[in-house]
């Protein structure tokens, strides 16, 4: 596998996961504003990990879709922090939503750093909306740093960022849902 | 808490109410207005309002009617003509 591919799909995998985890408060938000913005982020992330895959993509022969939902479970190599579900806690989430957005935010920094120029210049595209999704955590941050049970969900999951390996039984799970449809119609074109 | 949100859509022109978001503090009323009405492009600037700080007036007496405080309220050509019959001239535009 190309360097580059070898850089970006754990990226985009974790985008791409992440993303579909978030998605899961579509809905069921503590409140329909914060809905729609959480709903919002969730989808900006599995815009990144679109375009992050489409670089990968060019140098491995195949396309962004293929990447993202025709592999073995096996083969993504997304955290098993971003695995987690959540649902229905929001501390946690919302725990995570900071601590992704920091570590992301160094990850992201130094693929702007890139010699790539391809890499480099999506790299700080994807920043550029970032910066919104570091605003909105820091935020709730700021509201949530003195709850007990916040600070618990930090402590807990802080240990775990960008721990990679073996998938959890949770990802297995998430994969079956997120291929589903693809894996209906074998062989189809959309 | 509620806040007003005020959209400007290109730089120059008035500010127009686009609707409300409600939100805990100021800082998630500007996440919040900015997320639905101005990230697809469709303002330029925003102006986000705790509702409390806008002053609503709605009562507006005319007990005397006086229609001349109103724009459409009187009609001056026809004086005008009478004026001007007086004084011998013509309009503007007759010369």
């Known amino acids: ?190 | 808490m509620i806040y007003e949100v005020f959209r400007q859509e290109r730089k120059g022109q008035a500010f127009a109410h686009a609707g409300s978001v409600e939100a805990p503090d100021r800082a998630f009323a500007d996440w919040y207005a900015r997320e639905e009405f101005g990230r697809r492009g469709e303002s330029v600037a925003l102006w986000v309002v705790p509702r409390e700080a806008v002053h609503e007036i709605d009562d507006f007496i005319d007990e005397l009617e006086r229609n001349y405080h109103r724009v459409d309220g009187y009609p001056l050509k026809e004086k005008l003509r009478e004026a001007r019959e007086r004084a011998g001239t013509a309009a503007p535009a007759d010369r």
């Open chain 1, 1 to 190: 596998m190309s360097e580059r591919a070898q850089l970006l799909l754990p990226i985009a995998d974790d985008e791409l996961v992440l993303g579909w985890r978030n998605s899961e408060w579509t809905g069921i938000a503590p409140f329909l504003e914060e809905d729609v913005a959480f709903s919002s982020i969730a989808q900006n992330e599995i815009g990144h990990a679109r375009a992050l895959y489409q670089l990968a993509a060019e140098e491995l022969g195949t396309t962004a879709d293929e990447l993202a939902f025709d592999r073995k479970p096996e083969e993504y190599r997304c955290s098993k922090f971003v695995e987690l579900r959540l649902v229905p806690d929001w501390a946690k989430t919302i725990a995570r939503h900071y601590l992704y957005e920091q570590s992301d935010e160094r990850r992201i920094g130094a693929l702007m750093e890139s010699d790539d120029p391809e890499v480099a210049g999506l790299a700080a595209k994807i920043d550029r909306e970032e910066a919104y999704h570091r605003m909105h955590a820091q935020m709730w941050f700021d509201r949530l740093q003195d709850e007990p049970r916040f600070i618990e969900a930090v402590d807990e999951l802080r240990p775990l960022v960008d721990e990679r390996g073996e998938h959890s039984a949770e990802f297995t799970e998430l994969w079956g849902e997120m291929t589903m449809v693809r894996r209906s119609v074998a062989g189809a074109t959309w």
